[in-house]
């Protein structure tokens, strides 16, 4: 392709300005997605960090819920069994045992013990209220937890409830312990933290109640909360590295794959687009390239036939004044001479036609002018023209017409398919031979056949017959003139007139020639 | 008095030949061998009929059709084309107003014979191509 054509040079600007384009384009909005991307990564940190916070307050939340039910059930049974003016011990014993808890307290409205269990007669009596911050704060009117306060005998962490309730001598406080080990209280912290944290229950001196999850190495991220209505806190703790990978460390990659994958078929589409707007420059360019050849070819059979036609007028203008005897008188002998030049210079003059004609069709540059005619006419007017030829050499040449079948065609092309085939067959057949011209409809196809009894056609070269220039070994050993354009001209005019043309030929026989041409009746 | 004939001819070989055979059949000639000359000639020999190269140097032979046309005296002026170029640029100068076209080689007979029927008048066969007779 030549790039020197203006044409294509503004193509390869208009493409490279596209492809600039598409390249800038291309990487904002690479650019953009991956800000997006790790904005969204950062952002998801963030709201992970915050979210954990949520949690460690939520489970805070869930664990003072469990208290203070703990401490209303504790009431409740309070305020039914030990309510009465005078609580003797027995009464104490059996509500504590029926509440299943190992320790017990009942104090009276100004904090003095009322009754203890296990039993210990020895500090009946005497005033625990200010001895135990959480009895302290039953005694205000609210609940009250203690933090550590023993060790059973297992060595399970002891805890202590207090809450205060109404009685006939106008209020008591109940105060119970809590095995820490057996209650409940396990489940809801281990419920209530994040997987992969660890919760831990500190009382408010700094001793651990309670705790959940295992420990671990590593940056981690501490949250913590108060667990509303006792002196307790909740300190959650979770590894930094779970908290930003919380699914699982593929999942942090999903939408960096999904970047590169988008990456990648962006840049596959992009190529895919340039690779399409070269080809189609290229297309353009090969189009405009084989246009321009089109008219440089037209150009020169313009030229070449005018240039061989005109010496050709003046060759047969002088040699016919010549031959009519205008110049003088000349000899018999002189005479013959000249019309073997005569005869020449119109072979010469056939053949500037059939090569201006297979130019022209090469070129698609020839146009038929389609008129609807009657097959077997045509076939007489070409039998009637061949006749003085046919006469000449001896052979006999008749017309032989079936049903009569119409066609649309260019009378002059279809003459010439008819007059070569014609000629061709008188050419080849002996003396005293026989060409038959027969017309015919058949199956909705107008049909000429050209049957001769020449010599027929070697195998070997029947498949070369329509090609352009193609003499046989019959007619080169015969010395049968001819350009061997006919042939290939008749294949390409019937062609032309979506016909066909083909023959069947025995060696020694003959040959028929057979033109199918679309009927229009 | 015999018909003058115009050709207009760049080839000089050709002027002589239809000058031979032009006056052999009894006409008179007259010659220019460009578009721009043409013009000229045929104002001041006032010919009976014009033989017209296509090919021409100064004014091809369509510039000459149509110069023509515009001239009162010429426009009456029968024209018959004679080119060695494509058929269908002689078919297009009939169209424009040209009386026939001839191809090279053409038939010197049947040329006589379309000059003949131009003058007197008539009508005859006009398109035949370069096949010589």
């Known amino acids: 392709m030549n790039a020197d054509l203006p044409h294509m040079r503004g193509l390869a600007r208009c493409s490279r300005r596209v492809i600039a384009a598409s390249v800038l384009l291309l990487v904002v909005l690479l650019g953009g997605f991956a800000f997006v991307v790790v904005q969204s990564q950062r952002e998801s940190r963030e709201s992970l960090e915050d979210r954990f916070a949520l949690r460690g307050s939520l489970a805070g939340r869930f664990i003072s819920t469990y208290v203070r039910d703990v401490a209303r059930l504790q009431k409740n049974e309070a305020q039914n069994s030990l309510s009465g003016s005078a609580v003797t011990r027995r009464d104490f014993e059996t509500t504590v045992d029926g509440m299943g808890i190992h320790a017990a307290v009942l104090l009276d409205r100004q904090g003095r013990l009322l009754q203890v269990y296990p039993r210990n007669p020895e500090i009946l009596g005497k005033n625990l209220g200010a ?50 080990e057996t209650s409940p209280l396990a489940a809801y912290l281990e419920n209530s933290i994040p997987f992969s944290a660890e919760g831990r229950l500190i009382d408010a001196n700094g001793r651990l109640v309670m705790k959940s999850g295992a420990p671990f190495d590593g940056e981690a991220f501490v949250t913590s909360a108060a667990i509303v209505g006792t002196p307790w806190r909740l300190q959650l703790t979770a590894p930094k590295s779970t908290l930003y990978a919380p699914v699982s460390g593929l999942a942090r990659w999903v939408p960096w794959a999904l970047f590169a994958g988008f990456s990648v078929a962006a840049v596959g589409i992009l190529l895919l687009f340039l690779r399409l707007l070269e080809s189609r420059t290229q297309v353009a360019g090969r189009h405009r390239e084989v246009m321009r050849l089109m008219q440089v070819q037209q150009r020169f059979i313009a030229t070449t036939s005018h240039e061989l036609r005109t010496p050709l007028t003046s060759v047969t203008g002088y ?61 007489r007017e070409t039998v009637e023209s061949a006749q003085p030829q046919a006469d000449e050499k001896g052979v006999e040449l008749v017309l032989e017409t079936g049903t009569p079948a119409n066609v649309v065609a260019d009378r002059r092309r279809i003459s010439q398919v008819l007059t070569n085939l014609v000629s061709n067959a008188v ?82 026989i003959g040959t028929t020639f057979r033109v199918e041409l679309p009927s229009s009746q | 008095m015999a018909s003058k004939i115009l050709v207009v001819e760049d080839d000089q070989d050709i002027r002589n030949l239809l000058h031979f055979q032009l006056t052999s059949a009894g006409f008179e000639t007259a010659f220019a061998r460009d578009g721009a000359t043409a013009l000229i000639v045929a104002r001041k020999e006032r010919p009976d009929l014009i033989l017209l190269d296509l090919g021409l140097p100064a004014g091809d032979g369509f510039v ?56 007197g008048g008539g009508a005859v066969a006009s398109e035949l191509d370069g096949s010589p007779g």
């Not at chain 1, 050993?477 to 083909?502: N, R």
């Open chain 1, 319 to 379: 040699l016919d004044l010549l031959l009519s005897g205008m110049a003088g008188p000349f000899a018999e002998k002189q005479r013959d001479l000249l019309l073997v030049v005569r005869r020449n210079a119109g072979r010469l003059l056939d053949l500037v036609a059939d090569l201006m004609l297979a130019a022209e069709i090469d070129a698609r540059r020839l146009k038929l002018n389609r008129e609807p005619l009657a097959l077997e006419d045509l076939a």
């Open chain 2, 64 to 119: 000459v059709m149509e110069r023509m046309k515009a001239i009162p005296d010429l426009e009456m002026i029968p024209v018959i084309v004679v080119t060695a170029r494509d058929p269908r640029e002689g078919e297009r100068a009939v169209q424009q107003g040209a009386r026939a076209f001839f191809h090279k080689p053409f038939d010197a007979d049947a040329l006589v014979a379309e000059i003949r029927a131009a003058l």
């Open chain 1, 131 to 180: 001895s135990y911050p959480h009895l302290a704060a039953a005694l205000e009117g609210r609940i009250g937890v203690s933090g550590i306060v023993a060790s059973a005998g297992r060595g399970s962490p002891i805890v202590a409830v207090a809450v205060p309730f109404a009685s006939v001598e106008g209020g008591r406080v109940f105060g119970a312990a809590i095995d820490l």
């Open chain 1, 427 to 508: 050419k080849f057949t002996p003396e005293n031979g026989r060409v038959e011209v027969r017309s015919f409809r058949e199956n909705g196809h107008a049909v000429i056949e050209v049957a001769d009894n020449g010599m027929g056609i070697p195998e070997a070269e029947q498949s070369r017959l329509f090609d352009r220039f193609f003499r046989s070994s019959n007619a080169l050993a015969q010395e049968i003139p001819g350009s061997g354009l006919g042939l290939a001209i008749a294949k390409q005019l019937t062609d032309l007139h979506g016909g066909q043309l083909g023959f069947t030929t025995s060696e020694g």
